[in-house]
T-cell receptor, first 113, second 115 residues
């Protein structure tokens, strides 16, 4: 079945550091890939997405590239801020599965001033 | 711009009681999904609707759980005879049908605590 494996946390960084969260997937067909972010006490917000191979999703300084050859969708940000502290979820959906989202376990990121 | 809303945000109940949660999706979205998230885990799919039709239910959804979406608008998720294992965050998401990306927009969630 469809599944997502993402880097375990927690990750603690200093402000302005470089962030990478690894995500790999297994899927039948051609999935769309997503990163969602969850701030404390809140629901999930869509951070970025990519729908086909070699697409790059970007938003708020975050980027991720859909790599079909390595089945990966790693999240990166060049200079993190304290406000980026949150839990990040990698997810996929496949049209043949009615676009139900399959999520990774989440990575908790804490950025210290 | 009104997003997905859920009510209540928090619910504390005693074991054995029934609870009902409500989700109001983005108005033009045809699809509505329910997920459950336990501490330290990613959300897991429970069920989804296309308009008023419930098209799939996960094996996670025991017969104590029922969901409805009358008239294809808001949805309710009811849990009967709650158990401590039902304690979780219940998330609702909506999506426009036919979207090429399949992205879903989530509400703030209802946190259920069963004592």
């Amino acid at each position: 079945g469809d599944s997502v494996t993402q880097m375990e946390g927690p990750v603690t960084l200093s402000e302005e550091a470089f962030l990478t969260i690894n995500c790999t997937y297994t899927a039948t067909g051609y999935p769309s890939l997503f990163w969602y972010v969850q701030y404390p006490g809140e629901g999930l917000q869509l951070l970025l997405k990519a729908t086909k191979a070699d697409d790059k999703g970007s938003n708020k300084g975050f980027e991720a590239t859909y790599r079909k050859e390595t089945t990966s969708f790693h999240l990166e940000k060049g200079s993190v801020q304290v406000s980026d502290s949150a839990v990040y979820f990698c997810a996929l959906s496949v049209r043949s599965n009615d676009y139900k989202l399959s999520f990774g376990a989440g990575t908790t990121v804490t950025v210290r001033a | 711009d009104t997003g997905v809303s859920q009510d209540p945000r928090h619910k504390i109940t005693k074991r054995g009681q029934n609870v009902t949660f409500r989700c109001d999706p983005i108005s033009e979205h045809n699809r509505l999904y329910w997920y459950r998230q336990t501490l330290g885990q990613g959300p897991e799919f429970l069920t989804y609707f296309q308009n008023e039709a419930q098209l799939e239910k996960s094996r996670l959804l025991s017969d104590r759980f029922s969901a409805e979406r009358p008239k294809g608008s808001f949805s309710t998720l009811e849990i009967q005879r709650t158990e401590q294992g039902d304690s979780a965050m219940y998330l609702c998401a909506s999506s426009p049908m036919g979207t090429g990306g399949g992205e879903q927009y989530f509400g703030p969630g209802t946190r259920l605590t069963v004592t």
